[in-house]
């Protein structure tokens, strides 16, 4: 037995951490194609800031879209388990995904395109808005008292896993298809995705169900309605739990996807380059992620969290600064350091969100709370950003948007976050 349970465990952090890496590839590979080949293959008769803010406001439809797919899979989730909610947010969104790689441009079928886009983007949205609350609960209730924020970390891993797959499929299938990347081969990173179905699925149906809702369904209390208690009981704490991620969310999609706009539009800096960059960044995320997580568990969510909002909002007018010298090394300085401080919040953020609800409502009210913040803070990140810089040209706007997100995030934390209780079994 003493062997079995850490086996389990093993394959539980496994099973989250693949099938999230899975799905946040899917999500990141629209954001990149949104801002380098979109605008001018579903948009091409707007002008260029015009048809990136088009694109971008498709990008912000799988935000909205985000906390609809909590609300749905955190219900069913709360109801019939983790592990069957978990294996259809999957299938839902790499079917999504691979759709978008065998869809028309406008040039083939007009107005059709934009359109069949964004509903594909909206199915991208709900499936990752599913996902999180139940990768992360699948790791933290497998995890041992003491570790959780380590053991909570490892789904949120997948980000920057997915970032760096993403990033690398994209960035390797340029380089093969040269000049026709723009006109098919952005279509092979979308199209890759049936294989990692595949794999995510055979890792996940060999998983069994978290301990702790095993053990809600063995005294028969679980719950009937649990969106709409949660919402009713817990609505302070989704309230927190969305707001505390603005320090968070937003700045992290200015630093991974709005830079390329940024860097080739308004610096005229090379596309490879910046995703060489982004690259790399992510890849020290893989051990910068887990590492706060750990941090966590010794000096406390709230310190560690609240230090990364305030180094980032202190980085914001630093950030842009290091981006326009046009200098190579400082650039890539600029973006590992604005990534470091995103998982200085995101490390620990798992556990800091799903240790406020008992078990019984834990998928509903941690899922919607985190999704929320896509409509305020990560979906509309990249549009305020563009507009910004259209409207004065310069990014000190930027940097006062990033630092005023820090600044409601840190109220946030401090002041309508609940402090964690004992574990509630309802």
């Known amino acids: 037995m003493d062997t079995v349970v850490p086996a389990h465990r093993r394959r539980a952090v496994v099973a989250s951490t693949v099938g999230t890496t899975i799905e946040w590839y899917d999500f990141f590979l629209y954001n990149t194609a949104a801002s380098l080949i979109f605008p001018a293959l579903f948009f091409p008769n707007h002008a260029a800031f015009t048809g990136i803010l088009l694109s971008f406001g498709t990008q912000f439809v799988g935000f909205v879209a985000r906390p609809v797919g909590a609300a749905i899979f955190g219900h069913y989730g709360d109801r019939i388990g983790r592990k069957a909610t978990l294996i259809a947010t999957l299938v839902l969104m790499g079917a999504t995904t691979t759709l978008i790689g065998l869809l028309p441009t406008y040039q083939t079928i007009g107005y059709a395109a934009p359109i069949l886009l964004v509903l594909l983007r909206i199915g991208q949205g709900i499936g990752v808005g599913g996902e999180w609350g139940g990768s992360v609960l699948l790791s933290m209730e497998w995890g041992t008292p003491g570790r959780r924020g380590f053991f909570a970390s490892w789904p949120q891993v997948g980000v920057p896993l997915g970032l760096v797959t993403s990033t690398g499929v994209v960035r390797l299938t340029s380089d093969w298809t040269g000049p026709s990347f723009d006109s098919w081969g952005w279509r092979i990173p979308f199209l890759l995705s049936v294989v990692l179905i595949g794999i995510g699925l055979y890792v996940r149906l060999r998983v069994l169900e978290s301990p702790e809702f095993t053990s809600v369904v063995d005294t028969g209390k679980v719950a009937r309605r649990p969106l709409l208690k949660v919402i009713r009981t817990e609505w302070r704490t989704i309230l927190g739990s969305a707001l505390v991620r603005l320090g968070e969310q937003a700045p992290f999609y200015l630093f991974t996807s709005f830079i390329l706009t940024y860097g080739t539009k308004q610096l005229g800096l090379n596309r490879d380059g910046l995703l060489d960059d982004i690259l790399i960044a992510a890849t020290v995320g893989l051990v910068t992620v887990p590492l706060f997580g750990h941090l966590s568990d010794r000096f406390g969510r709230r310190r560690v969290y609240g230090a990364g ?11 842009f600064g290091l981006l326009d010298t ?21 490390g620990p953020q798992a556990a800091l969100i799903a240790e ?10 941690a899922g919607l709370g985190y999704q929320l913040a896509s409509v305020i803070a990560g979906g509309p990140a990249p549009l305020i950003a563009t507009k910004i810089l259209q409207e004065t040209g310069s ?12 600044a409601l995030g840190l109220v946030a934390l401090i002041f309508i976050l609940p402090r964690a209780t004992r574990p509630r079994p309802e």
């Open 326 to 346: 046009k200098a190579t090394g400082l650039i890539l300085l600029a973006v590992v350091l604005s990534l470091v401080f995103h998982d200085m919040q995101y």
């Open 356 to 365: 406020r609800f008992g078990t019984s409502l834990r998928y509903s009210g």
């Open 309 to 319: 909002i305030i180094l980032t909002g202190a980085f914001a007018f630093p950030y």
């Open 395 to 406: 990014s000190t706007g930027i940097s006062w948007y990033i630092i005023g997100c820090c």
